[in-house]
């Protein structure tokens, strides 16, 4: 695979914002995006807080048949991936459509409108469900809806490793276009907020039940007590750089220049170890040709149980030694996104490289003493030009792409 793949446009929908600016404006200004749970009545679940995309203009974004064929996780993917194709100003109906892809992780698929009809054939004396049930809440419903409105006719995937699956998705970019493709839209959205869903997460025990936004989160800290959910997510514009060349595009923000998947093959656990996620660190490292000490910056999976935290400390030293690398998470200002937090937190790296700025981790008040990392506790002015971005998915997954800021 001689075909160098770089990252030209991105869209987000998150907590945080539904633009590239607007997310670094919160992680730079550190401003909490958790409160009470909108989507639903909540008061019932010990968990009620969680990290809910602000308006956005879903209707605007598509036609009104498609309103009703799909779930809100569809149709947030449909706001961001125009938000990234406007960034990277892709005209896709002038692409080969042959060699145009889509490439997106999926977890839980189309919770709310799965949610809804099996209200009603439960609750209801006709004991139907509507036509679309069978497609909308289907894990592979957006790759397949985004596929058809862009006529992205080349290979189509859905990559399912939970939380790892928004890192895998680049890597998956990078390998289609290795072989030959030109444009593939990557990353993942979460939609995971009706009453059934929150159900199903609360069953893992991994999330808090503290209902205070400004400590529910911590991750690294001697406190934490577990993850706070949330929705949304990135899409990012993975191209081939002859292709981004060729077309002017106006910003190559990086390369995906190295990556590496894993899996713990263990039992899941609330203590995992931590041997397989350093391998997939140095895998990406080995792949980008990137020695440790060349990394700028890692962004963690940040999970906020101590178990995780610990084993994820434990991974991040082993490769990079005591205090080796900063280290930087904003997860406790929008929540656990699942795939889509790991795709968003791409976003915050490329948006690192462009402004040289570390910004600073938040929730974190008091790491345990046994977290030997180098926690960026203030916003630090420093080259950011290699960063590793690194995920784990529920029971066992463990990702971690490289990425390299370019220049022309």
Same mark, same amino acid.
């Given at each position: 695979?001689?075909?160098?793949?770089?990252?030209?446009?991105?869209?987000?929908?998150?907590?945080?914002?539904?633009?590239?600016?607007?997310? #670094?404006?919160?992680?730079?200004?550190?401003?909490?995006?958790?409160?009470?749970?909108?989507?639903? @009545?909540?008061?019932?679940?010990?968990?009620?807080?969680?990290?809910?995309?602000?308006?956005?203009?879903?209707?605007?974004?598509?036609?009104?048949?498609?309103?009703?064929?799909?779930?809100? #996780?569809?149709?947030?993917?449909?706001?961001?991936?125009?938000?990234?194709?406007?960034?990277?100003?892709?005209?896709?109906?002038?692409?080969?459509?042959?060699?145009?892809?889509?490439?997106?992780?999926?977890?839980?698929?189309?919770?709310?409108?799965?949610?809804?009809?099996?209200?009603?054939?439960?609750?209801?004396?006709?004991?139907?469900?509507?036509?679309?049930?069978?497609?909308? #809440?289907?894990?592979?419903?957006?790759?397949?809806?985004?596929?058809?409105?862009?006529?992205?006719?080349?290979?189509?995937?859905?990559?399912?490793?939970?939380?790892?699956?928004?890192?895998?998705?680049?890597?998956?970019?990078?390998?289609?276009?290795?072989?030959?493709?030109?444009?593939?839209?990557?990353?993942?959205?979460?939609?995971?907020?009706?009453?059934?869903?929150?159900?199903?997460?609360?069953?893992?025990?991994?999330?808090?039940?503290?209902?205070?936004?400004?400590?529910?989160?911590?991750?690294?800290?001697?406190?934490?007590?577990?993850?706070?959910?949330?929705?949304?997510?990135?899409?990012?514009?993975?191209?081939?750089?002859?292709?981004?060349?060729?077309?002017?595009?106006?910003?190559?923000?990086?390369?995906?220049?190295?990556?590496?998947?894993?899996?713990?093959?263990?039992?899941?656990?609330?203590?995992?170890?931590?041997?397989?996620?350093?391998?997939?660190?140095?895998?990406?490292?080995?792949?980008?040709?990137?020695?440790?000490?060349?990394?700028?910056?890692?962004?963690? @999976?940040?999970?906020?149980?101590?178990?995780?935290?610990?084993?994820?400390?434990?991974?991040?030293?082993?490769?990079?030694?005591?205090?080796?690398?900063?280290?930087?998470?904003?997860?406790?200002?929008?929540?656990?996104?699942?795939?889509?937090?790991?795709?968003?937190?791409?976003?915050?790296?490329?948006?690192?490289?462009?402004?040289?700025?570390?910004?600073?981790?938040?929730?974190?008040?008091?790491?345990?003493?046994?977290?030997?990392?180098?926690?960026?506790?203030?916003?630090?002015?420093?080259?950011?030009?290699?960063?590793?971005?690194?995920?784990?998915?529920?029971?066992?997954?463990?990702?971690?792409?490289?990425?390299?800021?370019?220049?022309?």
């Amino acid at each position: 695979m001689s075909a160098r793949t770089v990252i030209t446009g991105l869209g987000v929908v998150a907590p945080s914002g539904t633009s590239a600016a607007e997310h #670094w404006a919160t992680v730079t200004a550190g401003t909490s995006r958790l409160g009470p749970i909108q989507a639903f @009545d909540a008061s019932g679940y010990q968990v009620r807080i969680a990290g809910e995309v602000p308006a956005v203009d879903i209707p605007g974004s598509m036609e009104g048949r498609l309103m009703v064929q799909t779930d809100r #996780w569809t149709q947030l993917a449909f706001v961001a991936v125009e938000g990234a194709l406007a960034d990277a100003a892709l005209e896709l109906p002038h692409e080969d459509p042959y060699q145009v892809s889509v490439a997106m992780a999926s977890s839980s698929g189309g919770n709310q409108f799965g949610q809804r009809e099996l209200q009603r054939l439960w609750g209801q004396p006709s004991r139907t469900v509507g036509a679309y049930q069978s497609i909308a #809440w289907f894990y592979a419903a957006t790759v397949g809806q985004l596929s058809i409105r862009h006529q992205a006719k080349g290979p189509c995937s859905v990559l399912a490793a939970e939380s790892a699956g928004g890192l895998d998705s680049l890597a998956h970019a990078a390998r289609t276009i290795g072989r030959g493709g030109s444009v593939v839209l990557a990353g993942g959205l979460e939609a995971p907020l009706s009453p059934y869903a929150l159900a199903c997460q609360m069953g893992s025990g991994l999330l808090t039940a503290d209902d205070d936004p400004a400590s529910a989160y911590r991750p690294f800290d001697a406190t934490a007590s577990g993850y706070v959910p949330g929705e949304g997510g990135a899409v990012l514009i993975a191209e081939s750089l002859d292709h981004a060349r060729a077309r002017n595009a106006p910003a190559i923000y990086a390369e995906i220049a190295g990556w590496g998947m894993t899996h713990d093959a263990r039992h899941a656990s609330r203590d995992p170890g931590h041997q397989q996620y350093a391998r997939s660190m140095r895998l990406a490292l080995e792949r980008a040709g990137t020695a440790p000490h060349e990394v700028d910056l890692v962004i963690p @999976d940040a999970m906020g149980v101590l178990g995780y935290d610990r084993s994820e400390a434990r991974a991040i030293s082993a490769v990079f030694g005591s205090r080796g690398v900063p280290v930087s998470t904003q997860k406790s200002l929008t929540g656990r996104l699942y795939q889509g937090g790991a795709a968003l937190d791409v976003v915050t790296a490329l948006m690192a490289m462009r402004e040289q700025v570390i910004p600073p981790v938040t929730g974190l008040t008091g790491p345990a003493a046994e977290y030997d990392l180098d926690f960026v506790r203030t916003a630090r002015e420093t080259p950011v030009n290699k960063v590793l971005v690194c995920a784990r998915g529920y029971d066992g997954y463990n990702s971690s792409v490289l990425l390299r800021r370019t220049y022309e």
